[in-house]
Structures are given as C-alpha cells and as structure tokens.
C-alpha cells in the first residue's frame, strides 16, 4: 500500500513537473491573443474586494473581447492571479504573471501587495496599472507603476473636510496593524482632521482580531462624536455589527473600501449612520449600469462573486475602467511589447470612462481631484449619494 | 564500482556538480527573458533556497536535538527587519518612513561602504547586515531560551509559538514606528541582483549547518533527541546544549529572514504568522525530521508546488485538464491533502533520517532497472505478508483482549495483588514522554 | 562487623524520598568504600531505582545528603509544603539545601546505566560511547564545526579511545551498527561501557543482569569484577539475580517498602530473617 | 470608574465563555492523548460555516442540533483517521498530524467560501440588544457565561459519577495500565472527542453570534487562545480551562480598553509564558513526575 502510495506520489509530482514546464509553452505561442494580467486577491482580507474589481474587468472583457493593435485584431485574454491579499505571497504571485507572458498588468485591490509587487514588475519592466490601490507609496518611485484612482492624501483630506464640516471634533480612528492602506488612510486623515483643529484618538487592531466591542466601546468612553474606520469590507461588517449592539451613537465615516454592497447588506435594517467617500456614483452611467447588472444576472458565479445580490461596488466600476485603459495603452504602443506600452502610458489620455477621464502625472498617477460622498440607507439598503467633495 | 569510490572522487564529484548547478543559476537569471515561463524556475530556486535555509535551521532544532519549536517566523522576521533597516538607501527615507518622519536611523550601510569600497563595498554592506540580522536574532533567541528551553517538548512548542506572536505585535508597534515604520512595508532596501546570491548564501548556511551536525557538538544534540535523561547522565549539560542548537538554529533562521527580505522586495511583519512555521515545519516532515537533505529538497518541491506547478488548479486549466470545481483556493486544498497523506502513509518524509551521499545515490541509480522488474512480485511478497501481518494482529488482538478481561476478573477478585497481571504483546505501548 | 579501612568514596546519609504522601526511600544510609563492589537488593518497588536517581541528580532527595568522595554534594530538608507533610526521620538534621544536575554528578566520576537500557537509538554503537566522551572536549562549538586543529585531534582521539574501550567489552566488531539493532546482552555490555566512557571512579548499574540466562549471567559477574580492577572503580549495582549479587558483591545492602532492613556481607544477608521474610513475604 | 470598565468586562466575560467552551475539548483530549489538538479550533470555525449553509434550508432549531452532529463527526473523524494510526508514533508525528488537519482544514474552507467573509446568520433572540447599567450590550453576552457554568457543571457531573467519566480519568491518569484494566482506550477517546467537539459547537454558535463574520481563519486565534486558557487552568482540568478562559476573556477586554489595543493579543501569550515560567502545571494542574 505504502509503496503503490509513494509511487503515485512520485508519479504526480513528475507530471506536475511536466505541466510545469510544459504549459508554459503551450500557451505562449498564441499568435492573435494579448494577454493582460490581472494581479488581484481573490481570498484573504480583501478577497471580497479583489474579486468585485475583477468583476468589471470580466464584464469588460465580455463587452469588448478584442483589440486592434496595430492594424491586427488581437483577442484579449485576462490572466488572473490571486495574490492572496498577502505581502509575501504577492511577489511569486507577480513573478507568475510576468513569467507568463503578458503585456500589461491591471491590480491590485490593496496597497500593501501592489507595493510588494511594485519592484518585480519594475524589474521585468512590466507596466502594471493600479485600480483601486490608493496608497501613494505604489506609484512613488516605480516607473512601471500607474494607477486610475485618487490617492489617499487626497481622500484623507476629502474625509477630514467633511468631519470638520459636519461638526465633528474629536475622531476616533481605527486601522488594522500591519495593513497599508489602513494606516495610510488614517494617517492623511489625522494630518487634515488636527490642522482643522481637531482631536483624534488613534487605535489599531491585530490581524485575525474580530471582537471589536472594546474598539466601539473606546470610542464612546473617550467622547468622540465621528468614528473613522477605513478598514477592509471583512472587519467593517463586525464593527457595524458592535456599533449598533453598544448603540455606538455617532457616525461612521470610511474610505472607498466601504463603497460595497458588504456594508449596506450588513447595516440594512441597524440603527447605524455610515458615510464613505468613493472613486463611482452609482447612477453615474446607467448605461453601464444596467449592463452589467443583466450581465450579473446571467451569470451565477459573477453574481456570486459579488455577494449575491446585483448592487455595484465602485471598485467593479474602476476594474472596468482599468480594462478600458489597459486596451488603448495597447493601441497606442501598437504592439504587444510590455516595453511599448510602458512607453505609451505617460502621455496616455482616456476619456468616456465610467468613473471619469484618466491621464496619468509624472509619477503615474491619475489626475483626480474629485470623490463622491456617499451615505447609507439603513432603511433600503442602497447607497445615496450626498456630494462631491474636492480637497480644497 | 560503486564501492570503491574514494573520498577524492567524491568530493571531485561534489563540487563539479555545486559549481555547476551555481553556474546554471547564474546563467539562467541573466539569459532567461521575464516573459518566459521558465522564469518560475528561477523564482522558486531563489524562494527555494531561502526556505530551504530556514528548514534547515528548524531540522537541527526539530530533527536533531528534540526540541519541537514553533518560533522560526518570528526570528525570521527580526531577521527581515534588521537586514532591511540598515540598507534602506538614505535618499530613499523619506519616502519610506513617511509617516514617522524619514525615521531615525538616516543611514544605510551599503552606501557607505560602497562609498569608501566600491562594488566590494557594495557587497560587504549586504553581507553585515545579514549577518547582523543572524547575531541580533541569536541574542533574543538566547534571551527566550533561557526560561523557555527548560520546557516538555509540547509547552516549548507554544511557548515558542506565542513568543513569534509577541515579536510580531511588537515590531508593528506604532511607538517603535521611527525603526520599524510600524505597520507600513518596508521597502527599497538594497536586494541582491541574481539568484545566485541567496542560493550561494544558504548553500553555505547549510553546509555550515552540516558541520555541526556531524561534530561532537551535533552528536550530544542527537543524544539529547534520542534520550534527554541517559544524555544527561553521560554529562551532557542539558540546557547549555538546548541553548547551543536554539540559538545557532535562530541564526540561521536569520539569515534566512534577511534572504527572504531581500526576495520579496517589501517586508511587512504581518505574513510572519504562525501559518508560515507551519509551511516551514511540513517541508521539514515532507523531507524527512533528521535529514538536511531532506530538507532542501522538501523546500524545493513545496515551492515549486505551491508557487508553480499547481496554480494551474486555481486557474481552472491544470495538465489539459479544465474543470469547474478549479477554482481559486483548489490548489491549496490539493496541497493539503497531499501534506496529509505524506504525514499520514509516508511519516518518515522523502529522505527519512538519511542524508544524502554518492555511494547510496549511486547505487540506486544502478539497482532501478532491477527494482522495477522486481517490483510486481515485490508488491505481491508485500501482499501476502500484509495478509499474514494482519491475521497475526486479529490473533494478537484476540489474546490481548482475553489477557485484559482475565485481568479485570483477577483484579476484581484482589488476586492481582500478589500475582503479576499478564502484559500481551499488542497491548498498546502510549508513550507520554514521546521517547 | 569489621571496619572496612578503605577510603569512602561515595556515602548517602539518612536520605528520604517522598513523592506526595508516599515515602519511596525512607533513611537510607550507605557508604561506597574504594574499589568495593556494594549491592543494594529488595522486592520490587523497594525504593532502589529512586535511591540511584536521588544519588545522580534526577531527583531532589527530601531529605538527608550524598557525599562524593569525602564532599557533599547533594543536600536537602524538608522545605515548603512538604515541611508538613513530611513522615521520615531526621527532619531537622539537615539545614542545606544544595542540588546538582545529573550532568555535573557524572562530571564528578558517578556514572551509572538504566534499568530499562537507554541506548541513544539513532546512534551506532561507536557514536552511542563518543557522545559520552563529550563532555570531556574542551573545543567551543565553533571550532567544532568549523573542524579546528584542536578540534580535529580531540575527534580523533576520541574515536580511537572509544574503539580501544569498544574492544575491552568485546563491541568492537559492531561498531558501526545501529545500537538499537545489538542483541539484548550486547546492549546491556554496551550500556556499561557508554558509562565507563565518561571516566568515572564510582559505577552504579541498576540491574544489569535482567532478562539474562545463568551463562550470561555468569559471564556478566566475570565482567564486572574485571573492569572494576581495569579501571579502578567502586561499583553500586541494583540485582535481583542472587547468584550475580552474592557471586560479586563484597557488601549488600537490602531495601523493603523504602526502609532499610538490612546490610552487611553477603553471608550475612543470606542468614538475615527479616531479609527471608521481605522476599518470600510474611503473615500478612 | 465602574460605567467606564462595565462594557469591557461584559464583553470579557462573554467572550471568556465562548472561549471556556472550546477550552474544554483542547484540555480533555490533552489529558488523554497528551495532544495538543490544533484542528479544533478548526473544527470550531467550520461548525460556524456549516450554519452558515445550513440555515439557508432549515430552521433554527434544527441547524443547532445538526451543527453539533456535524461537529461530532468531524472531530471523530479526524481522531481516527489523522490520530489513531500514529498513536504509537513519535509525540512529534501526531502534533504534526494535527496541525497538518489544521492546514486542510482551512484551506479546504478557503475553497469552499471562496476567501470571503459569510456573515453568519441572525439569531434575534441572541442578539438582542440590551442595557445593563451603563453597557450597552447582546443578550449573547448574558446568556453565554450562564450557558457556559451549567454545561461546564454537567461536564463535571458526568465525569465525577458515571462509568465512562471513571474511565476517562482513569486513562488520563494511567494510559497502558487503563489498557490493562480493560477499559475500551477507543471508546473513551471517542467520547472526549465527542464532548469536545459538542462543546466548541455550541460555542460557536454563541461566538459567530457575537462576532457574525466567519472566514477560514476565524478559528485561528479563538483557538489558540482557548488552548492557552486550558494551560493557564492546568491541563487536564476542565474547570481549571474554563477560569483560565475567563481570565484571558476580561484581561483581553480590559487591555484594549486601556489603549493597548496592539498588544491584545500578544498579551495572551505573555500571560501563557509568565504561567508557564511560574507554575507551569497552571492553576489546578497536578505535578507528574518522570519515571526514569
């Protein structure tokens, strides 16, 4: 037994060899196909994110199959990759992508990996653009590294500015340890909130944490009257759960990453007052809208992976765009070089996007001087869009 | 003849091969293009090699002196920290530190020597810290050691466990933000330039780790494996001992950590989990618990296999093989149930306690052909004295089963007082003490 | 009873072991005198195993203390808890309360071997006595690994040593099996000469005969009287076969229940009632 | 001073229950097999998911009862394929085995979910909020302690007075000479599954209630938490796991509140090496002595 056992093992390891070695060659050789990567988690922390990005980029990918590049048509094949919402795993995860040959890399979801990736795709020379990673640290120093989105000093403001405009003057801010995009976010966001002459309280919570009654109950006992929490969709669910269970009693106020149908199913019907800033307004472009959510519909593990229900995440709206961007970086390299289209980026310009017209500045990220503030409707269980803010 | 081989020729033999497999790195990370998939294998020979260090270092703790510890990610991880904080390049402060200030230590190693040394410079600046990274992580393990080694095997396992956990929590530490950047990436530390650096860095860790092995030292370790109470009669201090190999295997793991930094580009304190000791502690049993060279090929194969050949089943297209149920998260599961059945039909992992050696590689090469003609009847021999085996077990079993209730009714009588109880030869043997 | 002239080499005073409520050695007092082959016998469960370890370090005695060779090295009182529950005699006798690992017993010549052998199963037979050797090398660890001169010669005089002791017990021809693959006399021969391997002056062999046919036996007693004179030892030895004990030993020592009952030569014990009495039992 | 410190200790108290409940299958199979058993807190986290699954087609009641089947059976399982087979072996081999289950485990849940987070589902009557003083606060938090004593008494109970509770603590105190004695080893390993298993189902029913995401990881933490109560208690001893669970619960709680939010988890381990260093038979452990 032992031995037919330890055969078989071997006998599977050989062949995963072969696959190994194999598969590579057999896919690299398609003449009319483009590969664009997707580098996004599919699992971990942001799983639910990473997969409601990868959302847009599929319905995109369905809407717009092929590319003209150059004066040949290319299919385009979206080659995904789950770099596991972890640091480590992101590195291998990006090297996989590169090692297969793609042109352009669209992700991440979460700063942290996109950072960890940032200097693999600078080595390969791979162009990699950003969706919804809002960190500056991801496109700072990294030529290879675009992004569509606004930035988080930019959003810290933005959310400062609102607090302070709203009457808030003492923040309780939460992030998670060793989460970038957190810690990021609440940094800018302290900066703003104190030179408005603000107070914060600042705490964190460690990985895997998910009782956060003592983090409500900080708030309430320091006496702050706006609880800040731009953390992932995971951990934001358990703290609308706490807030109403201690009747928090003062709003909650998060960054993009709560622009998700995860917070309103989870504060449908609970006495909580939460309010984001977002890259989309949903409504923005029914068009848009309304295709993809007949696409969702038809399409069980789409509508799956967005939880269940047909509601957009501003994120799928960006992975769309992402998509859109990737194809005219394409045309105007008119080549499948990774090379070229690194070289066409800088000077790229695309308008009739979803989420709003994306050029890039010298350190490749998208001139956005706009987010949309939005709250949430207990009663229904939608978004409502309340403004526009700017920084200023 | 495979006999005769002397100990020139085999060392002759031996280095060719390094050298070699050296060179073949080397050539393949600067001739193989990034979009090849052959790229992969350079990647999981680098990542390979760092783990195949850092099993390794847990082998001499776990393998060969008995001491079952679950901290190698959290020395691993001071490792990573030190060797990043002190190469991070000056201009680069600022904006890695941006939140604390370009943070306090404004300097980097490498810069300055290779200021004052060129390209040696260069290299010794990465050389320091890593060793640094290997001497800092040695003292805390030394300080850890000293009330934590004098536990039973499986409260030094959690012991060990929860100190990687407060090392963790610590280095993420808002306070310590100005030195460790808190909960932010490190990044833009000087990293090596091709995989030939970490394969040459762990070769050598691991040869050293060899060494020891098979000097005195490493003998009183096995003893202490083998049997703490008669080593500790044949005057084997026990804990200085213990402390030895704790420290020496949290060195290297250190060094590791500094590898692995260098690797992955970023370094973050939070993916130092107890998930990864567990990821290094199955390599360690995939290879076999006492073979180093188990262990290297346990990293290798465990590499190539999470990082490469099997994403294909998260992909959904595996071998040809396309299917609905691939779907991410399938690779892992496969991988599980691969780490179950080596731990659970194949305990003794590839090598066993064996190392490798040219006269047993050898020979093996030399019998294949005739192990496979032999093996049909082999598997029916096997067969037939399973059955046997397992007839003589029911018997066993059978009179084990009398022994006990006669011994019940003798002890309900008092009888057994005075009269020994009858011991059969399946009675289960448990050993708490796990000798 | 004839004073013995002899110097005492190793010397328990009035030691007591109490697990619990349990009073495993109870007053034990026995002297080693230089170059005598001493035995300690009872029925089982009489306390020997304990009073062995109480003398290497492997258990704190509760009360009274070992002298080697004229120091003491091992004393204790009842302390704590067990100041109340303590049921030997002696209590306030000792004041000190000094400990020593099995580690540094050995270093001062006590080695001994187990009931149940305790061969290091990984080893061959050669490493299973060069790890006792080990103790005695002075080179770091450092130079150890890194194969120093120092290092190298102390490895190889080690090796030779051990293969000079390996062909004193007649294990020479084995020296590279696995210890564990020996048969059981053999393992029993190569436990004792392990022991020997740290240089001690003072042996205890806790029961060295076991599981043996008279031949071995015989052969077993022959050994033991030889390498006391080789290597100029005193020997403590637990023995349940009466042949082997009253064959070698020169003083015996019977224990019953953790008491002492009695001792003195051998045609003594052989003519003590009490002795007759703790092993073929009493009217209970 | 009371009004501030109220909610933490609630919630200290709650989630020390919960914890206590998962404790006691770490403690008791620890006591026999002198394993720790690192796929419970797995087993914990997957009774979670299953409700998840099963409340989508069945009613409440019902789903309770056939979680804790399930846990049952998972927990049996994983006892006589993954454990059995290596109780002779190495302590090492079987440590290792479990953590191994531990792996699959959670990456199986991985696959299953997808790696997001399920929300788990409302049960009103448990979260129900209420008002104690100043604390706002689930009736979860109430009834969890109350839940946690009576069951934690039954336990007693059943292992003081019946048949099968001798022979567990016969076995606990001497394996091979049990085996001698004739009684069932097997059957009385099943039966420490079985409770345990029981146990750490309901508790998580109370958790996820509390705490209403479940991922893979989700019993990571509980259960090496739980399984640091049980040392803090004394291993082996059930109401030793369920004070030592309690005490991690509040001081938890109580260090957050205090700002050290950072550390909270750390602390665990520290206060687990501080017992260790000082009493390393934990509160209401019992001393065994090697046998040489």
């Known amino acids: 037994m032992k031995k037919i056992l330890v055969l078989a093992l071997s006998l599977v390891l050989a062949m995963l060899a072969l696959a190994g070695c194999g598969g590579g060659s057999g896919s690299g050789g398609g003449g009319d196909t483009v590969k ?170 460690p990985d895997k944490n998910s009782d956060f009654t003592s983090y409500v109950a900080n708030a309430k006992n320091k006496g702050c009257d706006v609880f800040f929490a731009p953390v992932s969709t995971e951990a934001a669910a358990l703290i609308i759960d706490q807030a109403e269970a201690q009747a928090l009693g003062m709003p909650i106020l998060a960054g993009d990453t709560w622009d998700s149908n995860v917070i309103t199913d989870a504060a449908k019907g609970k006495n909580v007052d939460i309010t984001v800033t977002t890259f989309y307004q949903e409504g923005g472009n029914p068009e848009f809208d309304e295709g993809i959510k007949e696409w969702m519909e038809n399409n069980s593990t789409a509508m799956t992976n967005n939880g269940g229900n047909t509601d957009l995440a501003a994120v799928t709206a960006l992975g769309y765009d992402a998509y859109f961007v990737a194809l005219e970086a394409l045309k105007a390299a008119g080549s499948t070089d990774p090379a070229d289209v690194l070289a066409a980026l800088p000077s790229l310009k695309v308008s009739g996007l979803v989420c709003g017209d994306v050029s890039f500045n010298e350190t490749g990220d998208a001139n956005k001087t706009e987010a949309f503030v939005k709250h949430c409707n207990t009663e229904s269980g939608a978004w409502e869009f309340v403004k526009t803010q700017s920084a200023e | 003849m495979v006999n005769t081989m002397n100990k020139k020729t085999k060392s002759v033999l031996s280095v060719a091969v390094i050298l070699l497999f050296l060179i073949l790195v080397y050539l393949g990370d600067t001739v193989i293009p990034a979009g090849s998939n052959w790229k992969m294998l350079i990647t999981v020979i680098e990542k390979g090699s760092i783990y195949a260090l850092v099993a390794a270092s847990m082998n001499l703790l776990n393998g060969f002196t008995g001491l079952f510890s679950l901290g190698q990610a959290g020395f691993m991880l001071i490792g990573a920290y030190t060797y990043a904080i ?72 959690i012991a060990t466990l929860g100190f990687a956990e407060i090392l963790r929590a610590f280095f993420q530490w808002n306070t310590l933000g100005p030195v460790t950047n808190g909960s932010n990436v490190l990044r833009k530390y000087t990293t090596y330039g091709n995989a030939i650096f970490p394969v040459l860095i762990a070769g050598i860790c691991i040869a050293i780790i060899v060494l020891l092995i098979n000097s005195t030292y490493g003998r009183a370790f096995r003893a202490i494996r083998d049997d703490e109470i008669a080593a500790e009669a044949m005057g084997i201090n026990l804990f200085k001992h213990k402390e030895i190999s704790f420290v020496i295997s949290s060195f290297f793991a250190g060094i590791s950590g500094a590898l692995l930094a260098m690797f992955q580009t970023t370094i973050n304190a939070t993916p130092f989990n107890t998930v990864m000791t567990y990821e290094i502690l199955l390599i360690v049993v995939i290879g076999g618990i006492g073979s180093i060279t188990g262990s290297v090929i346990g990293a290798f194969l465990f590499t190539a296999a999470s990082e490469w050949w099997l994403r294909g089943l998260d992909a959904g297209r595996w071998l040809g093989i396309s299917a609905t149920f691939m779907r991410p998260g399938f690779r892992k599961v496969v991988f599980a149930v691969l780490i179950m059945l080596i731990v659970l039909f194949y305990s003794r992992g590839i090598m066993g306690d064996k190392e490798f050696s040219w006269e047993s590689f050898l020979g093996w090469c030399k019998n294949l052909p005739a192990n496979l003609k032999a093996w049909p009847e082999k598997r029916k021999a096997k067969a037939a004295a399973k059955r046997e085996a397992k007839e003589a077990k029911a018997a066993a079993k059978a009179r084990a089963k009398e022994a006990a209730e006669s011994n019940a009714a003798r002890m309900a009588s008092g009888e057994a007082l005075f009269t020994p109880l009858e011991v059969s030869d399946t009675v289960m043997v448990f050993d708490k003490e796990g000798k | 009873m004839a004073e013995d002239k002899r110097e005492v080499v190793l010397r328990l005073s009035d030691i007591t072991m109490q697990f619990g409520g349990v009073v495993a050695v109870d007053n034990l007092n026995l002297d080693v005198h230089k170059n005598e082959i001493v035995g300690l016998i009872g029925p089982n469960g009489a306390g020997k195993t304990t009073a062995f370890n109480c003398i290497t370090g492997v258990y704190e005695p509760t009360n009274g203390s070992v002298e080697i060779n004229g120091e003491v090295v091992i004393e204790n009182h009842p302390q704590g808890k067990m100041k109340d529950a303590y049921k030997g005699k002696n209590a306030g006798k000792y004041t000190k309360a000094i400990t020593m690992l099995p580690d540094k017993v050995t ?174 039992g009493g009217d209970e | 001073m009371l009004q501030t410190w109220l909610p933490y200790i609630l919630a200290g108290i709650a989630v020390g229950g919960q914890y206590a409940l998962i404790a006691i299958g770490y403690t008791m199979v620890y006591g026999i097999l002198r394993l720790i058993n690192f796929a419970h807190g797995d087993v ?249």
């Open chain 3, 107 to 280: 270093k001062l010549g006590v080695a001994r071997t187990f009931q149940n052998i305790r061969l290091f199963k990984g080893m061959t037979v050669i490493e299973n006595v060069m790890v006792a050797m080990h103790m005695n090398q002075t080179e770091s660890v450092f130079g150890a690994t890194f194969r120093s001169k120092k290092a190298r010669a102390e490895e190889k005089a080690m090796r030779e040593e051990a293969a000079e002791l390996l062909k004193k017990v007649d294990l020479y021809e084995n020296r590279n099996d696995l210890a564990t693959s020996l048969p059981y006399g053999k393992q029993r021969h190569l436990e004792i000469a392990r022991a020997l391997a740290t240089h001690p002056t003072i042996l205890l062999l806790d029961e060295p005969a076991a599981g043996m046919n008279p031949q071995e036996s015989d052969d077993l007693m022959k050994f033991i009287g030889r390498i006391r004179d080789e290597f100029d030892l005193s020997i403590l030895m637990i023995e349940h076969h009466m042949q082997v004990i009253m064959g070698i030993c020169e003083h015996i020592y019977v224990l019953n229940y953790g008491g002492q009952i009695a001792d003195g030569t051998p045609a003594e014990i052989q003519a003590n009632p009490a002795v007759i009495e703790a092993y073929l």
């Open chain 2, 86 to 157: 002190f190469t991070i390049p000056a201009a680069s402060h600022d904006a890695v530190y941006q939140y604390f200030e370009g943070g306090v230590i404004k300097w980097s190693l490498v810069e300055m020597l290779e200021g004052s040394l060129g390209v040696f410079g260069h290299y010794l600046g990465m050389l320091i810290p890593m060793l640094g990274a290997g001497l800092i992580v040695a003292v805390i393990a030394f300080l850890i050691g000293i009330p934590v080694l004098r536990l039973k095997s499986d409260y030094l396992a």
């Open chain 1, 36 to 205: 664009i990567g997707v580098f996004e988690p599919a699992s971990g922390d942001n799983g639910a994110g990473g997969k409601q990005e990868i959302l847009g980029m599929e319905y995109a990918n369905e809407m717009t199959p092929t590319v003209t590049i150059g004066d040949k048509e290319y299919n385009v094949e979206l080659v995904k990759v789950d770099n596991e919402s972890d640091n480590s795993k992101a590195v291998t995860a990006a090297q996989n992508l590169v090692s297969q040959n793609v042109s352009v890399v669209l992700g991440s979801y979460g700063s942290g990996v996109s950072i960890a990736a940032a200097d693999v795709f600078a080595d390969a020379g791979m162009p990699a653009i950003g969706v919804s990673c809002t960190n500056p640290q991801v496109t700072a120093d990294c030529e290879q590294y675009f992004r569509i989105c606004f930035l988080d000093p930019f959003q810290g403001t933005v959310l400062a500015n609102y607090a302070w405009e709203s009457g808030c003057k003492k923040a309780y801010c939460l992030s998670k340890l060793g989460d970038d995009y957190s810690v990021g976010l609440v940094n800018y966001f302290v900066e703003a909130f104190k030179e408005l002459g603000g107070e914060v309280v600042e705490e964190q919570f």
């Open chain 4, 44 to 292: 914990f986290m997957w009774s979670g998911l299953i409700m998840v699954y099963l409340i989508t087609v069945l009613p409440l009641w019902a789903s309770v009862i056939l979680v804790i089947i399930f846990a049952i059976i998972l927990g049996t399982t994983i006892e006589k394929v993954a454990y059995r087979p290596l109780r002779s072996a190495p302590r090492m081999s079987i440590m290792i085995s479990a953590i191994g289950v531990s792996y699959l485990l959670q990456n199986f849940a991985l696959y299953i979910t997808g790696g997001l987070t399920k929300t788990y589902p409302a049960i009103n009557f448990l979260q129900k909020t209420v008002k104690i003083g100043s604390a706002t606060t689930k009736m979860v938090t109430l009834i969890t302690p109350i839940l946690t004593i009576v069951l934690v008494v039954l336990l007693v109970m059943l292992i003081k007075y019946t048949k099968i509770g001798m022979a567990m603590r016969a076995v606990s105190r001497d394996f091979e000479t049990s085996s001698l004695m004739g009684i069932d080893i097997n059957r009385v390993i099943t039966v420490t599954f079985v409770i345990g298993c029981a146990l750490a189902a309901i508790g998580s029913v109370l958790y996820f209630s509390n705490y209403t995401g479940i991922n893979p990881m989700s019993g990571a933490m509980p259960g090496l938490k739980a399984f640091v109560a049980a040392v803090f208690g004394g291993i082996g001893s059930v109401p030793g796991a369920v004070v030592g669970a309690f005490v991690i619960g509040v001081c938890e709680n109580l260090i957050k509140g205090a700002g050290w939010t950072t550390f909270s988890d750390a602390f665990t381990f520290v206060l687990l090496i501080v017992i260790l260093m000082v009493k390393p038979t934990g509160l209401f452990g019992e001393k065994n002595i090697d046998k040489v």
